[in-house]
Protein backbone atom coordinates (compact mmCIF):
# COMPACT_ATOMS: atom_id res chain seq x y z
CA UNK A 1 0.00 0.00 0.00
CA UNK A 2 1.27 3.71 -0.91
CA UNK A 3 1.59 6.05 1.92
CA UNK A 4 -1.15 8.61 3.02
CA UNK A 5 -0.71 11.97 0.72
CA UNK A 6 -0.36 14.98 2.65
CA UNK A 7 -2.62 17.81 2.15
CA UNK A 8 -1.20 20.88 0.27
CA UNK A 9 -0.91 23.98 2.30
CA UNK A 10 -0.93 27.86 0.01
CA UNK A 11 2.90 28.60 -1.63
CA UNK A 12 3.49 32.20 0.65
CA UNK A 13 5.28 33.77 -2.21
CA UNK A 14 1.96 33.24 -4.58
CA UNK A 15 0.47 36.64 -6.03
CA UNK A 16 -2.93 36.76 -5.31
CA UNK A 17 -5.15 36.35 -8.76
CA UNK A 18 -6.11 40.46 -8.15
CA UNK A 19 -3.02 42.16 -7.81
CA UNK A 20 -1.66 40.28 -10.96
CA UNK A 21 -4.25 41.63 -12.73
CA UNK A 22 -4.09 45.04 -11.38
CA UNK A 23 -0.30 44.96 -12.35
CA UNK A 24 -1.08 43.52 -15.96
CA UNK A 25 -3.52 46.40 -16.16
CA UNK A 26 -0.84 48.90 -15.19
CA UNK A 27 1.71 47.84 -17.33
CA UNK A 28 -0.58 47.69 -20.36
CA UNK A 29 -1.39 51.49 -19.59
CA UNK A 30 2.55 52.25 -19.50
CA UNK A 31 2.82 50.36 -22.55
CA UNK A 32 0.53 52.60 -24.36
CA UNK A 33 1.99 55.65 -22.94
CA UNK A 34 5.37 54.65 -24.45
CA UNK A 35 3.77 53.94 -27.27
CA UNK A 36 2.34 57.13 -27.58
CA UNK A 37 5.93 58.89 -26.87
CA UNK A 38 7.27 56.99 -29.84
CA UNK A 39 4.68 57.78 -32.28
CA UNK A 40 4.83 61.39 -30.98
CA UNK A 41 8.83 61.45 -31.55
CA UNK A 42 8.53 59.71 -34.68
CA UNK A 43 5.87 62.58 -36.54
CA UNK A 44 7.97 65.22 -34.72
CA UNK A 45 11.51 63.11 -36.67
CA UNK A 46 9.24 63.18 -39.87
CA UNK A 47 8.43 66.93 -39.25
CA UNK A 48 12.24 67.62 -38.45
CA UNK A 49 13.25 65.75 -41.39
CA UNK A 50 11.15 67.72 -43.72
CA UNK A 51 11.79 71.27 -42.69
CA UNK A 52 15.86 70.03 -42.49
CA UNK A 53 15.12 68.86 -46.52
CA UNK A 54 13.53 71.93 -47.12
CA UNK A 55 16.09 74.02 -45.70
CA UNK A 56 18.92 71.97 -47.78
CA UNK A 57 16.39 72.86 -50.93
CA UNK A 58 16.72 76.65 -49.75
CA UNK A 59 20.13 76.62 -49.29
CA UNK A 60 21.10 74.91 -53.27
CA UNK A 61 18.92 77.33 -54.63
CA UNK A 62 20.54 80.55 -53.01
CA UNK A 63 24.34 78.70 -53.70
CA UNK A 64 23.06 77.82 -57.23
CA UNK A 65 21.90 81.88 -58.01
CA UNK A 66 25.21 83.20 -56.30
CA UNK A 67 27.23 80.95 -59.10
CA UNK A 68 24.83 82.26 -61.87
CA UNK A 69 25.69 85.84 -60.25
CA UNK A 70 29.61 85.18 -59.76
CA UNK A 71 29.47 84.21 -63.51
CA UNK A 72 27.40 86.35 -64.80
CA UNK A 73 29.24 89.81 -66.71
CA UNK A 74 30.21 92.48 -64.80
CA UNK A 75 28.23 95.45 -64.94
CA UNK A 76 30.58 98.00 -66.62
CA UNK A 77 29.97 101.46 -66.06
CA UNK A 78 31.31 104.75 -68.44
CA UNK A 79 32.60 107.84 -66.63
CA UNK A 80 33.69 110.92 -68.09
CA UNK A 81 37.34 112.38 -67.67
CA UNK A 82 36.63 115.30 -65.31
CA UNK A 83 34.35 113.17 -63.37
CA UNK A 84 36.86 109.93 -62.93
CA UNK A 85 39.44 112.61 -61.85
CA UNK A 86 37.16 114.15 -59.58
CA UNK A 87 36.05 111.50 -57.67
CA UNK A 88 40.00 109.51 -57.36
CA UNK A 89 42.59 110.74 -55.30
CA UNK A 90 46.41 109.73 -55.14
CA UNK A 91 48.58 108.72 -52.15
CA UNK A 92 52.13 108.55 -52.26
CA UNK A 93 53.36 105.39 -50.10
CA UNK A 94 56.68 103.61 -49.03
CA UNK A 95 57.01 100.00 -50.61
CA UNK A 96 59.19 99.07 -47.63
CA UNK A 97 59.13 101.08 -43.89
CA UNK A 98 62.31 101.69 -43.26
CA UNK A 99 63.54 101.57 -46.78
CA UNK A 100 64.63 105.41 -48.33
CA UNK A 101 62.28 107.99 -48.75
CA UNK A 102 62.73 111.38 -50.04
CA UNK A 103 62.96 113.06 -46.31
CA UNK A 104 65.99 110.65 -46.46
CA UNK A 105 67.09 112.32 -49.37
CA UNK A 106 66.74 115.63 -48.03
CA UNK A 107 68.85 114.72 -45.28
CA UNK A 108 71.77 113.56 -47.73
CA UNK A 109 71.21 109.84 -46.61
CA UNK A 110 69.60 108.29 -49.59
CA UNK A 111 70.22 108.40 -53.35
CA UNK A 112 67.72 108.36 -56.15
CA UNK A 113 67.63 105.00 -57.34
CA UNK A 114 66.94 103.68 -53.70
CA UNK A 115 63.98 106.42 -53.18
CA UNK A 116 62.12 105.67 -56.46
CA UNK A 117 62.03 101.99 -56.17
CA UNK A 118 60.94 102.48 -52.69
CA UNK A 119 57.85 104.93 -53.32
CA UNK A 120 54.61 104.07 -55.02
CA UNK A 121 51.22 105.78 -56.13
CA UNK A 122 48.16 104.19 -54.66
CA UNK A 123 44.79 105.62 -55.88
CA UNK A 124 41.04 105.67 -54.25
CA UNK A 125 38.15 106.31 -55.61
CA UNK A 126 34.51 107.60 -54.50
CA UNK A 127 33.10 105.29 -57.14
CA UNK A 128 33.34 100.86 -57.31
CA UNK A 129 36.02 100.98 -60.39
CA UNK A 130 36.16 97.19 -60.68
CA UNK A 131 34.57 97.86 -64.24
CA UNK A 132 34.69 101.17 -65.03
CA UNK A 133 35.69 102.56 -67.77
CA UNK A 134 36.86 106.16 -69.24
CA UNK A 135 37.06 106.50 -73.07
CA UNK A 136 36.64 103.57 -73.58
CA UNK A 137 39.72 102.09 -71.28
CA UNK A 138 39.63 100.12 -68.17
CA UNK A 139 40.23 103.24 -65.61
CA UNK A 140 43.27 101.95 -64.11
CA UNK A 141 44.79 102.11 -67.36
CA UNK A 142 43.49 105.25 -68.35
CA UNK A 143 44.66 106.92 -65.32
CA UNK A 144 48.04 105.50 -65.20
CA UNK A 145 48.53 106.82 -69.12
CA UNK A 146 46.90 110.39 -68.33
CA UNK A 147 48.79 113.56 -68.41
CA UNK A 148 47.49 114.58 -64.84
CA UNK A 149 49.28 110.98 -63.40
CA UNK A 150 52.54 111.75 -65.28
CA UNK A 151 52.51 114.68 -64.12
CA UNK A 152 52.38 113.40 -60.22
CA UNK A 153 54.70 110.73 -60.63
CA UNK A 154 57.21 113.44 -61.96
CA UNK A 155 55.65 116.00 -58.78
CA UNK A 156 56.53 113.49 -56.38
CA UNK A 157 59.23 111.59 -57.54
CA UNK A 158 61.68 113.48 -60.29
CA UNK A 159 61.08 117.25 -59.57
CA UNK A 160 62.75 116.94 -56.00
CA UNK A 161 65.67 115.37 -58.11
CA UNK A 162 65.65 118.11 -61.15
CA UNK A 163 66.24 120.75 -58.43
CA UNK A 164 69.25 119.30 -56.58
CA UNK A 165 70.58 118.01 -60.38
CA UNK A 166 70.29 122.13 -61.45
CA UNK A 167 71.69 123.30 -58.84
CA UNK A 168 68.39 125.67 -57.52
CA UNK A 169 68.03 124.14 -54.24
CA UNK A 170 68.61 127.80 -52.52
CA UNK A 171 66.28 129.48 -54.95
CA UNK A 172 63.37 126.82 -54.90
CA UNK A 173 64.37 125.94 -50.88
CA UNK A 174 60.29 126.45 -50.23
CA UNK A 175 59.21 123.77 -52.73
CA UNK A 176 62.53 121.58 -52.14
CA UNK A 177 61.62 121.22 -48.59
CA UNK A 178 57.52 120.64 -49.40
CA UNK A 179 57.81 117.92 -51.85
CA UNK A 180 59.22 115.20 -49.30
CA UNK A 181 56.05 116.57 -47.47
CA UNK A 182 53.34 115.54 -50.00
CA UNK A 183 51.00 113.46 -48.79
CA UNK A 184 47.91 112.70 -51.07
CA UNK A 185 46.90 114.29 -54.72
CA UNK A 186 43.54 114.99 -55.80
CA UNK A 187 42.30 116.33 -58.95
CA UNK A 188 39.58 118.86 -59.77
CA UNK A 189 39.83 120.08 -56.31
CA UNK A 190 39.04 123.93 -54.68
CA UNK A 191 40.35 125.84 -51.83
CA UNK A 192 38.57 128.14 -49.87
CA UNK A 193 40.06 131.73 -49.35
CA UNK A 194 38.91 134.56 -48.17
CA UNK A 195 35.70 134.65 -45.10
CA UNK A 196 32.25 135.64 -45.27
CA UNK A 197 31.43 137.70 -48.38
CA UNK A 198 34.77 138.28 -49.76
CA UNK A 199 35.22 134.54 -49.44
CA UNK A 200 35.25 132.28 -52.61
CA UNK A 201 36.52 128.87 -53.73
CA UNK A 202 39.60 128.77 -56.02
CA UNK A 203 39.30 125.79 -58.02
CA UNK A 204 42.44 123.82 -59.70
CA UNK A 205 43.01 120.77 -61.92
CA UNK A 206 45.41 119.07 -59.17
CA UNK A 207 46.39 119.94 -55.54
CA UNK A 208 48.82 118.44 -53.69
CA UNK A 209 48.26 118.65 -49.94
CA UNK A 210 50.34 117.45 -46.61
CA UNK A 211 48.80 114.46 -44.10
CA UNK A 212 46.91 117.67 -42.53
CA UNK A 213 45.62 118.56 -45.82
CA UNK A 214 47.30 121.92 -46.14
CA UNK A 215 47.90 122.40 -50.02
CA UNK A 216 51.23 122.40 -51.17
CA UNK A 217 51.41 122.18 -54.69
CA UNK A 218 48.58 123.41 -56.92
CA UNK A 219 48.79 123.08 -60.67
CA UNK A 220 46.81 124.23 -63.68
CA UNK A 221 46.73 122.53 -67.52
CA UNK A 222 46.08 123.88 -70.52
CA UNK A 223 44.92 121.24 -73.00
CA UNK A 224 44.22 123.20 -76.17
CA UNK A 225 46.42 123.00 -79.20
CA UNK A 226 47.06 127.01 -79.32
CA UNK A 227 49.52 128.51 -77.42
CA UNK A 228 49.32 129.35 -73.77
CA UNK A 229 49.00 133.19 -73.22
CA UNK A 230 49.25 135.49 -70.93
CA UNK A 231 44.96 135.88 -70.46
CA UNK A 232 44.75 132.21 -69.67
CA UNK A 233 47.88 132.39 -67.40
CA UNK A 234 46.98 135.24 -65.76
CA UNK A 235 43.43 134.14 -63.75
CA UNK A 236 45.91 131.05 -62.62
CA UNK A 237 48.22 133.77 -61.07
CA UNK A 238 45.63 135.76 -59.19
CA UNK A 239 44.18 132.04 -57.98
CA UNK A 240 47.31 130.85 -56.46
CA UNK A 241 48.52 134.48 -55.07
CA UNK A 242 45.17 134.32 -53.19
CA UNK A 243 45.95 130.95 -51.97
CA UNK A 244 49.28 131.59 -50.96
CA UNK A 245 48.21 134.34 -48.88
CA UNK A 246 45.43 132.31 -47.37
CA UNK A 247 48.13 129.46 -46.40
CA UNK A 248 51.82 129.91 -45.57
CA UNK A 249 51.98 125.85 -46.34
CA UNK A 250 51.62 126.63 -50.39
CA UNK A 251 54.88 126.19 -51.97
CA UNK A 252 54.40 126.56 -55.73
CA UNK A 253 51.76 126.61 -58.78
CA UNK A 254 52.93 125.34 -61.94
CA UNK A 255 50.89 125.64 -65.27
CA UNK A 256 51.36 123.11 -67.92
CA UNK A 257 50.65 123.34 -72.05
CA UNK A 258 50.11 121.35 -74.65
CA UNK A 259 51.11 123.12 -76.80
CA UNK A 260 53.63 126.16 -75.77
CA UNK A 261 54.04 129.55 -73.95
CA UNK A 262 53.37 132.73 -75.82
CA UNK A 263 56.08 135.71 -74.54
CA UNK A 264 53.18 137.36 -73.00
CA UNK A 265 52.70 134.15 -70.68
CA UNK A 266 56.17 134.01 -69.94
CA UNK A 267 56.22 137.51 -68.80
CA UNK A 268 53.23 137.52 -66.66
CA UNK A 269 54.76 134.57 -64.79
CA UNK A 270 58.02 136.15 -64.45
CA UNK A 271 55.94 139.41 -62.92
CA UNK A 272 54.44 137.06 -60.42
CA UNK A 273 57.35 135.20 -59.05
CA UNK A 274 59.60 138.19 -59.21
Not at 5 to 17: C, E, F, L, M, V
Not at 177 to 197: M, N, Q, T, W, Y
Request: net charge negative; with cysteine.
Amino acid sequence: DSPPKRPQTPDSNAIPQEEYESRITEYESRIEELESTIEESDARIEALEAELAAVRTERDELEARLEAVDDSPKMESSLPPTEALAKTSLFVREVSRGEATLEDARDGDADREAVTSNLRIEHHTEFEDEGATVEGEPFEAWLRSSDTYSFVEWLVIDLFFEIRSTGAVDGLRQLYDALPEIDRISFEDAIAVGDGKEGRDVSFDIVARDKKGKPLVVAEFDRRRDPTRAETIEPFVTDASDVCEESESLAGAVAVTSSYFESDAMAATEEATG
